[in-house]
């Protein structure tokens, strides 16, 4: 039987999220894994390189090792050279104001009383001393000279450091459950002395659109649309590291939806359908899966934004579905169907958990009166772009998102508000957020005056 109301997105994403946890594989050899880590991994701060090195990280390229107080531009004098070995090959004496006699040639001196900061000359494997925390690569230094370069192009903090220096000393790198197991990574972890990894195989997904007047492949004639959201589904899941099986479009009638899931019963864990799950009189996609006797587990979402959304499953396969229009596919593609992909491969919660925090939303938009009313106690789901602020990231709702301009992933996605009754109670109990600091002289609360907060979920990709 279906749910008989649109369900809360908290609720469905945990629905999507709570199915048991699948076993682990056995090991396999680092060379023949592929597919998704299948348990954490934690390695050691130290290098392989360098045994008992007390967690300090080597260099990871050719270059010179700069201190925090370095700057683009600076012409600085190089201390020596540092080897794997740990040896210092002094490149001579620094000059007159930059140094002292007996000083530590590992530990620069920096400030506007010493001019720009010193640096050394370190080889790939050379174990890095904590007074520098980046590697200008060689071909971003000009050399002046005897002992002397200008830094061309300053790198970020860690940059050229492996592992990347982290606050606390001997803090081991995690890679979590779920990270796919690319090139990059395999060569992180045989680097690290790792021999035999647990991986999950990629799932199979079958995908298609549904509707009589889309015009698949070929030009819109009279009575037919362009197919605006089936292209770029399966470029998602590719970038997921997901096996696609693009499906041609569906008709209207119920029988189209019963003929494809017997067709990939036997090919593909999970269907994905865009399109029919609407209120038109051509949407029949819940009218399908009822007469094939499926289990509707949900239909509907109570969210603004992509409320098209729904779960069954028949004869082994997790039917998940979605809104055709593209804007409302692209936020329940990376709100919903991408965490129940990511469950279902064990990934860790903090891969796809959208839930675990509130971020503050800026903008026209992110102020109730400022949307159209909507539907009651629903959420609502708004482009967002994440960008910095005084006193932390922020998200800032775009106006007028247009979902066939490239995106950044990391940098853009989704923001999923509170329904408008909850946002107005919002404070010491309304929504579970911790009070504002209280003010005196008869202001209104803190939580009355700060932005509204909304959970945040990047987009799969541009």
Known sequence: MPHPESLEPLEALRILTSRSSPKLPPEVPLGEA????????????????????????????????LPPGAREGDECAVLGALSPSGALDPWGAPPPGEGERGADPTRPSSGPASGPPAVLRVETGAEVPAAFDRVLPAG?????????????????????????????????????????LGSRLKALLAAAGVKAVRARRPLTVAVAVVGDDLAEGRAPAAGRVA?????????????LGLEPLALDALGDEPGAVRDAILHVRERAQVLVLAGGGGEGLTDRVFEALRRFEAEVVFQGVALDGSPNVLLARALGVEVLGLGGKP????????????????????????????SRGLWPLEGPLASPSARPPPRAAWASALPCRLEPGPEG???RAIEDADPFLPWVPGQEGWAVLQPPKKLQGRGPKGGGEPPGPGRAGGRPPAHAREPPRAWYQPVSGP
């Not at 000009?142 to 982290?166: M, N, Q």
């Not at 605006?228 to 899941?237: K, R, V």
């Open 140 to 180: 971003s230094a000009t050399l002046l000279g005897s002992g002397r370069i200008r830094i061309e192009s300053l790198p970020e903090a860690g940059a050229g450091l492996w592992p990347r220096r982290r606050a606390a000393a001997g803090e081991p790198l995690v890679i979590e459950r779920g990270t796919p």
């Open 327 to 354: 804007l409302e596919a692209a936020c329940g593609f990376d709100l919903f169907v991408v965490p129940a992909l990511l469950s279902l491969l064990g990934a860790s919660t903090t891969v796809w958990d959208w």
């Open 227 to 239: 197919d605006l959201t089936g292209p770029w589904l399966e470029a998602h899941l590719e970038r």
């Open 34 to 65: 592929s597919g998704f880590l299948a348990e954490d991994l934690s390695l050691p701060a130290s290098s392989p390189r360098r045994p008992g090195a007390a967690g300090a990280p080597v260099a990871s390229t050719n270059g010179f090792a």
């Open 393 to 395: 990231p922020r998200l």
